[in-house]
Every structure is written in structure tokens, then in C-alpha cells.
């Protein structure tokens, strides 16, 4: 069944996270799970953010074909005590991913979210970004509809 292929795991029974896909490369990132941040986001590839840590692998959207940007501005969030910028991009979103048969399950076309270009975290966080269920800031929506 569909529901078999996307899974929440648990860091210490208290974050909650899951494997995603985005681009047309279908780049797996780790992302946690947050009702509290209005915006989902993911750090940019590694090196190319600051403040993000050893373990953030983050996106390389230099490899997807189908990226663009919503908005040129800078943007900031907080979550918590931590403080994230980065710019509103769109692009492909997988929710799953099976690499032997070439296959992805619950694909959005033009998923919004913000590629972090500085994440000041209260604590070392072992994904590359969040994925918010929180409803949107714009519409009052949950994000991911």
C-alpha cells in the first residue's frame, strides 16, 4: 500500500523526521517534522550554508532542472530559538523514492519551501532541513496543500 512507503522515524522519542526527495535528481534529504514553523525548508547543499553542521548533507539544487525561485528577497523564520534565511524557492517533491526500479510515489510538481542559506541553530540538528504541517503564513492553509 501507499501508506507503507512514506515513514516518520524518531530521534529520541522527541524529533520526529522522514526521508524526502526533491528535484529531478529526486536528492534524499532528511527532514524533521514541525506544526510550529509555517515554512518548510532545507539547508543548502553542504558548504553552502551557514551555520549548518557536519551532519547536514542539505540539497544541491544545482542538480535539479526544475527549480525556480518564488522570490528574490531574503527571508527569515524562527523555530524555536533558531533563526533560518534563506530565499522562496519551488521544485519537484517526492514523497518516496525506490531507487532499484526507478519509481517515486506522491509527487507534488511545484512544492514550495526555502533553500537555507544560514541556519543558526540552538542545538545540532541531525537533518538537513524541516517539513512544515503548520498552516501557511499566506493562505491559512496547511502547507502541504
Not at 514550495?112 to 493562505?139: C, H, T, Y
Request: hydrophobic letters at 35%; charged letters at 20%.
Amino acid at each position: 500500500s501507499d501508506a507503507e512507503h512514506l515513514q516518520v522515524k524518531s530521534i529520541d522519542g522527541l524529533n520526529f523526521y522522514t526521508d524526502l526527495y526533491l528535484g529531478t535528481e529526486y536528492d534524499k534529504v532528511k527532514m524533521a517534522v514541525s506544526t510550529q514553523t509555517p515554512v518548510t525548508f532545507v539547508a543548502s547543499a553542504a558548504g553552502e550554508c551557514s551555520g549548518c553542521n557536519e551532519h547536514q548533507k542539505g540539497y544541491d539544487y544545482h542538480k535539479s532542472s526544475s527549480i525556480s525561485k518564488t522570490s528574490s528577497a531574503m527571508q527569515t523564520v524562527s523555530l524555536g530559538k533558531d533563526s533560518i534565511s534563506g530565499v522562496m524557492v519551488q521544485d519537484q517533491l517526492s514523497l518516496h523514492r525506490d531507487e532499484a526500479n526507478e519509481t517515486s510515489w506522491g509527487e507534488i510538481e511545484m512544492f514550495p519551501f526555502m533553500i537555507a542559506n544560514e541556519w543558526n541553530q540552538s542545538r545540532v540538528q541531525e537533518v538537513d532541513g524541516v517539513f512544515s504541517l503548520a498552516k501557511s503564513q499566506a493562505n491559512g492553509q496547511p502547507t502541504l496543500l
